[in-house]
């Protein structure tokens, strides 16, 4: 029996019916890590509320794809355990936390692109631009930079995730045009 190397992670065992055989093709690939960081844009000095936010981690082989609410959730293990992998960010833990161990590669050799999304009350992701309610802190706008942590790659290393406090406004519009006198 041979051990995965480290560093490696084994991908779910793909089975060929050949003949009055099966044949069991297991693939390893190298692993990576993936960075997160949540920031509060609210006017007081980035001062975080006394919250919980979950996260999600999502991948895709497509550049295009980077961001979106329809990416491939990360399983916790990729043979045995289908839950997405999450993380509760919060104030004990600095708003940080790295992904660790997520399969580098697909098993056609594709790079997978990772990110991260805000995941709401119900477990729903969070568009790029779209809003969230947080118990006991209220409305807050969502805003996400998936980017390179280094000169040489392009593709997104890290995920920062940015909420800002909704707010609303009202008003009416009076015309004073002097009984339609400005035409």
């Known amino acids: 029996v041979e051990q995965t190397p480290e560093d490696y992670i084994q991908l779910p065992v793909q089975e060929t019916p050949d003949g009055d055989t099966t044949v069991f093709t297991f693939t390893n690939v190298a692993t990576t890590e993936f960075k997160v960081e949540k920031k509060w844009n609210n006017g007081i000095g980035g001062t975080a509320p006394d919250v919980?936010?979950?996260?999600?981690?999502?991948?895709?082989?497509?550049?295009?794809?980077?961001?979106?609410?329809?990416?491939?959730?990360?399983?916790?293990?990729?043979?045995?355990?289908?839950?997405?992998?999450?993380?509760?960010?919060?104030n004990s833990n600095g708003w940080s936390h790295t992904f660790n161990n997520p399969p580098k590669y697909d098993e056609k050799g594709n790079l997978y692109l990772y990110y991260a999304l805000e995941l709401d009350a119900d477990g729903d992701p969070v568009a790029d631009n779209g809003s969230?309610?947080?118990?006991?802190?209220?409305?807050?706008?969502?805003?996400?930079?998936?980017?390179?942590?280094?000169?040489?790659?392009?593709?997104?290393?890290?995920?920062?995730?940015?909420?800002?406090?909704?707010?609303?406004?009202?008003?009416?519009?009076?015309?004073?045009d002097n009984n339609d006198a400005y035409d």
Do not use: C, M
């Not at 706008?141 to 280094?150: G, P, R």
């Open 52 to 90: 919980s936010v979950n996260v999600g981690l999502y991948r895709t082989t497509d550049k295009t794809k980077v961001g979106s609410t329809e990416g491939e959730k990360v399983q916790e293990n990729e043979i045995s355990n289908p839950t997405q992998q999450t993380f509760t960010f919060n």
């Open 132 to 176: 969230i309610t947080l118990t006991d802190a209220g409305d807050f706008h969502v805003d996400y930079d998936h980017s390179a942590d280094d000169a040489i790659s392009t593709d997104p290393q890290s995920t920062t995730i940015t909420n800002t406090p909704s707010t609303s406004l009202s008003g009416t519009k009076t015309w004073k």
